[in-house]
């Protein structure tokens, strides 16, 4: 089954741009979501389809898809950033088709 | 607003069979389109997608999971619920259910929004 690569960690100064890789085989071929979770909550929808957002998410949050990897940016963060962050594709050649990565922690400083 | 609450047992025992009910609100799981995914994240690992029903009662499952599974709605309660069959305490995990739009495009992919989800241990 497709596999999606993402850092353990990322560090961020408050009013610093981060920037979050999610790595996989032509990844740039696919659609890629990314969610946000903190903890004890569900995950939250921040970028769909590599790029849109949902209604009441920043313009701060954005997402990019090319290649091998796609990149969820978070600029100007604030300490209400910090949770785990993970990717999300539709592999519609398997047949279990949602795959996720293993998330990546983002540590306002 | 749509909202999911996943609800069932903290602690189940191995080989017993889990029960897990979403209970939803802001949408009809007899419109068009309109699916509910069961997903759920073991401590340290990826969430696993676990099983989809959709409003005309299609249901996919995980296919190393799929006869352990069984996914159902009642639709008059604004209810899915999940059974897991055989649980081992490799299945210890946090459960969540997820809403899926309807799409008059290609499919939508993606799952938005989640319950708080519900930890279930198994052990003896």
């Known amino acids: 089954s497709y596999v999606l690569t993402q850092p353990p960690s990322v560090t961020v100064a408050p009013g610093q741009t981060a920037r979050i890789p999610c790595g996989g085989n032509n990844i740039g071929g696919k659609v890629v979501h990314w969610y946000q979770q903190k903890p004890g909550q569900g995950p939250v929808l921040v970028v769909y389809?590599?790029?849109d957002r949902p209604s009441g998410i920043p313009a701060r949050f954005s997402g990019s898809n090319s290649g091998n990897t796609a990149t969820l940016t978070i600029t100007r963060v604030e300490a209400g950033d910090e949770a785990d962050y993970f990717c999300q594709v539709w592999d519609h050649s398997s047949d279990q088709p949602y795959v996720f990565g293993l998330g990546t922690k983002v540590t306002v400083l | 607003q749509i909202t999911l609450k996943e609800s069932g047992p903290t602690l189940v025992k191995p080989t017993q069979t889990l029960t897990l009910t979403c209970n939803f609100a802001?949408?009809?799981?007899?419109?068009?389109?309109?699916?509910v995914g069961w997903f759920r994240q073991p401590p340290e690992k990826p969430l696993e997608w676990l099983a989809l029903?959709?409003?005309?009662?299609?249901?996919r499952y995980r296919p190393s999971l799929k006869n352990r599974l069984t996914v159902s709605k009642d639709t008059s309660k604004n209810q899915v619920v999940l059974s897991m069959t055989d649980m081992d305490p490799m299945d210890t995990a946090t459960y969540f259910c997820?809403?899926?739009?309807?799409?008059?495009?290609?499919?939508?992919?993606?799952?938005?929004?989640w319950g708080q989800g519900t930890l279930v241990i198994v052990s003896s």
């Open positions: 389809e590599d790029s």
């Open positions: 802001g949408f009809s799981l007899t419109t068009s389109g309109v699916g």
């Open positions: 997820a809403y899926r739009a309807p799409s008059d495009g290609p499919p939508t992919t993606w799952f938005d929004p």
């Open positions: 029903i959709y409003w005309d009662d299609d249901k």
